[in-house]
């Protein structure tokens, strides 16, 4: 059975930390492309920060420098460590995964920042 399942998210004050964890299982082949995307409450869902099979990485602007995408492709795991959280960093962290024939989403989990 195929399965994405993502760890991690809660809530913390403004200027804490978090660490975002996912765990691909059931797939034969190995992922060639993993990320987190966000969804903010009356907002689109939007990218996050992508890591490819090489290492290679790209964030969205807002984060940059502040958050950091981790994995592995051979075990399809990623990981998102997340510093000095804003409000504006509340939403629902999904975590994608996608290779060759599949493409598949978790089922988010939540992150709350306070002010």
């Known amino acids: 059975q195929v399965q994405v399942v993502e760890s991690g998210g809660g809530l913390v004050q403004a200027g804490g930390s978090l660490r975002l964890s996912c765990a691909a299982s059931g797939i034969i082949f190995r992922a060639n492309v993993m990320g987190w995307y966000r969804q903010a409450p009356g907002k689109q869902r939007e990218l996050v920060a992508v890591i490819g099979s090489g290492g290679v990485t790209d964030y969205v602007d807002s984060v940059k420098g502040r958050f950091t995408i981790s994995g592995d492709n051979a075990k399809n795991t990623v990981y998102l460590q997340m510093n000095s959280l804003k409000p504006e960093d509340t939403a629902l962290y999904y975590c994608?995964?996608?290779?060759?024939?599949?493409?598949?989403w978790g089922q988010g989990t939540q992150v709350t920042v306070s002010s």
């Open positions: 994608n995964v996608k290779g060759f024939a599949f493409d598949l």
